[in-house]
């Protein structure tokens, strides 16, 4: 499939479009600059021009088209060619790459006007707007707020350092990548900090740009100066604490003008608070007058509470600055969910989303305070102190070019299988440390999973697609087209084979044939025929499992939910029973684990902890505290279950007792899934490379 961008084509989606150089319909060019090829249109509606989904080779691109009615206007041409300009000289995480030759005129073949066109790296993750209502619109804690606003400022830094201000900094436009980075984006509006700028400030020629609630009183004449970023900056700050809008009448008097947000974010301390006040002063002069100052009073914010922590408490690596590249700070690195993540979460995040309908990732990242009601309190068990047990290196496995989203161990204990956002599947052969082979999908792989036997390879993601490989050799078998209408996010297979799950961004699950009824797999059946049920969870899904009796479908995520099969036996179309829903955690399920007696489910949340469920009461049995990261990722083995967090570290407890009897460290990154070979050796996926991670424990 590739569309054509030419607006006067009478059929931009012809189906013979897909490998051709020019569009069957109108004769224009397919793959622009000789280098990229349109696959989807992501939003009409974004301000003065369309936005697509562009591919180089199998690399992921955003591609920005301002629409035509625009091209005769001169200072919209101006602000869409600034977003190539700026973005080009910029080079850090928080921004979105722009080649130097991003922007360019794409000519169509009737003759038309020119279509001016600007591609840039794609970010695979939601802004902070849609995070915060995929994590349950709770206000994010102090900790995370200094190191969103430590990064944030170390990117207003770069621009500032290059003589531009961005002039629109709000939620929907800053973006959650799945490493967990800040992405400052829509640079359309940057101005360039030039002395004749500053010279003409009020004159009616200078481009006004306004957001409700975050552009700053100056801005509004059209007297934006550096110092207007940081309001915009410190009230993006207090919607992401307080979970509420600037002209949520909670925080503001409209009739008075005051803007009171402090008792609606109690968790925010008050040397912080005094700084965020600062940054939203009024007139401009009294906000802190550059980057270097606002990071000084973070590192005094956090000076104070290093010194009100325990002497045993670790200490986390704060993001290193552009500013200071030798500062050792104390604030958690960011997960990897959404996330999405819905974050975090399953990058995205959490990535893509039930807003969105991203896939992330990710994903998806989320945060909130306070834990949910649940009738009955359960033991909540505390982490004492453990006996460290370390890690080594032992290898690193290196190809994948874009976050790695799964990880599977096959039983022979020597063969791994990777799937990554790079649209890849790659089997790794560990005992030379080689990869094997390659499997290309047409975008992001967000989950895989294997047929009972081990003999098929299930794959899914972006491209609503689920995929077939035979093992070991990875040769495609078939393929699902359009399984679902949005990214698909989770995989599982029933214990005795005979079914396929899956599940979407949006929360829909569906149930699929896998097998004839002489137990050969139902490629055909389930193309031609469909699931055999569908089902829909509250929102976004980062995990499925089935109990071993395959009575119980369990589905975790925005909500942790188990699902009655036989009754979907017996039920009528339309009058599927309800869910029980279990609550307990505070914020996602990011992974969900089922003991082999069927009698106790376990669930990793963001929330930081571990809960434990009794299968037959759907009661919570206990809470297994001890992390200082979003747990990730479960592995249960015998009497113990491991988990693993952003945190870098790995908890190993005794679930009869419910304690914890191990604490693994030394690992180099946050852990989002894990494995173990049989000689021991751990295999961790995790942090901002792309890599694969073998470790010895010592």
């Known amino acids: 499939m590739s569309l054509c961008i030419n607006p006067s084509c009478r059929q931009p989606n012809h189906p013979e479009n897909g490998g051709s150089p020019t569009c069957m319909a109108c004769g224009s060019a397919l793959v622009l600059q000789g280098r990229y090829r349109v696959m989807r249109l992501i939003s ?29 206007n001169d200072k919209v041409v101006e602000l869409f060619r600034r977003e190539a300009q700026v973005l080009s000289q910029l080079n850090h995480p928080g921004v979105p ?40 619109n709770h206000p994010i804690s102090e900790k995370q707020a200094m190191l969103w606003l430590t990064q944030l400022t170390d990117v207003l830094n770069l621009v500032h350092q290059h003589n531009y201000f961005h002039r629109d900094i709000k939620p929907e436009n800053i973006m959650l990548r799945p490493s967990g980075q800040l992405v400052l984006v829509d640079f359309g509006a940057a101005r360039e900090m030039t002395q004749t700028y500053m010279a003409n400030l009020g004159d009616s020629g200078i481009t006004t740009v306004s957001s409700a609630g975050y552009t700053p009183p100056e801005q509004e004449q059209g007297q934006a100066v550096p110092q207007s970023d940081f309001y915009a900056l410190g009230r993006t700050l207090i919607y992401l604490m ?42 401009a ?5 550059n980057t270097g100052e606002i990071l000084g009073r973070l590192a005094q914010v956090r000076s104070r509470q290093v010194s009100s922590l325990p002497r045993s408490a670790a200490a986390p690596t704060w993001p290193i600055t552009t500013l200071d590249p030798h500062q050792a700070q104390t604030l958690p690195d960011p997960s990897r969910s959404f996330l999405p993540p819905w974050l975090d979460q399953r990058p995205w995040l959490l990535a893509g989303l039930t807003g969105l309908a991203l896939a992330l990732p990710l994903g998806w990242y989320a945060l909130s305070r306070g834990a949910l009601p649940f009738a009955t309190v359960a033991p909540r068990v505390a982490a004492p102190a453990l006996q460290t047990s370390t890690v080594s290196p032992v290898a690193v496995l290196t190809g994948h070019e874009n976050d790695i989203y799964d990880l599977l161990l096959l039983r022979d204990g020597k063969t791994l299988i990777s799937a990554s956002a790079d649209s890849t599947i790659r089997i790794w052969n560990l005992e030379d440390n080689t990869l094997r082979h390659t499997l290309a999908h047409d975008n992001v792989v967000q989950a895989i999973a294997t047929t009972v036997d081990q003999t098929t390879l299930i794959s899914t993601g972006d491209d609503r697609t689920i995929r077939f490989w035979s093992l070991p050799d990875g040769l495609p078998l078939g393929q699902i087209d359009n399984a679902h209408g949005t990214p698909i996010r989770a995989l599982e297979v029933s214990r005795n084979g005979r079914t396929l799950v899956s599940a979407d961004s949006e929360g829909t699950i569906k149930l699929w044939a896998l097998t004839d009824s002489t137990g050969a797999l139902n490629l055909a059946g ?10 829909q969870a509250d929102g976004t899904l980062n995990d499925l499992l089935f109990s071993r009796d395959n009575t119980t479908l369990i589905s975790g995520g925005k909500s942790l939910q188990l699902w009655n099969l036989a009754s979907l036996e017996d039920a009528a179309a339309g009058a599927v029973s309800p869910p029980t829903t279990l609550k307990g955690h505070s914020s996602f399920v990011n992974r969900i684990e089922i003991t082999d007696d069927d009698q106790t489910l376990v669930s990793a949340s963001a929330d930081q902890n571990v809960l434990l469920w009794d299968m037959a009461t759907k009661a919570q049995t206990a809470a297994l505290e001890g992390h200082q990261g979003y747990v990730n990722t479960l592995r249960l083995e ?53 890599y694969i991670r073998l470790w010895r424990l010592n």
């Open 242 to 283: 307080t979970a509420k809008l600037p002209n949520d009448p909670a925080i503001y008097n409209s009739l008075t003008n005051a803007f009171a947000w402090q008792l609606a974010a109690p968790q925010i301390s008050a040397p912080l608070a005094d700084l965020i006040d600062d940054l939203i002063a009024p007139a």
């Open 44 to 72: 009409s509606d974004s301000g003065f021009g369309r936005v697509y989904e562009a591919y180089e080779r199998n690399v992921p691109k955003i591609l920005k088209v301002l629409k035509e009615g625009y091209n005769a």
């Open 638 to 690: 015998g009497p113990q279950l491991w988990s693993a967090d952003a945190d870098k570290t790995i908890l190993v407890w005794d679930l009869q007792k419910k304690v914890p009897i191990q604490r693994i460290t030394g690992f180099e990154t946050d852990i989002w899934r894990f494995t173990v070979q049989p000689n021991g050796q751990i295999i961790t996926i995790g942090g901002t490379q792309p």
């Open 97 to 136: 790459r722009v080649e130097p030759e991003g922007y360019f005129l794409y000519y169509p073949a009737d003759g038309g006007e020119p279509s001016h066109c600007l591609v840039m790296e794609k970010i695979e993750g939601p802004n902070l707007k849609q995070w915060m209502v995929q994590q349950g």
């Open 526 to 535: 389930m193309s031609a025929g469909g699931p055999s049920h569908t089902l």
């Open 285 to 289: 002069a009294n906000r802190p007058q």
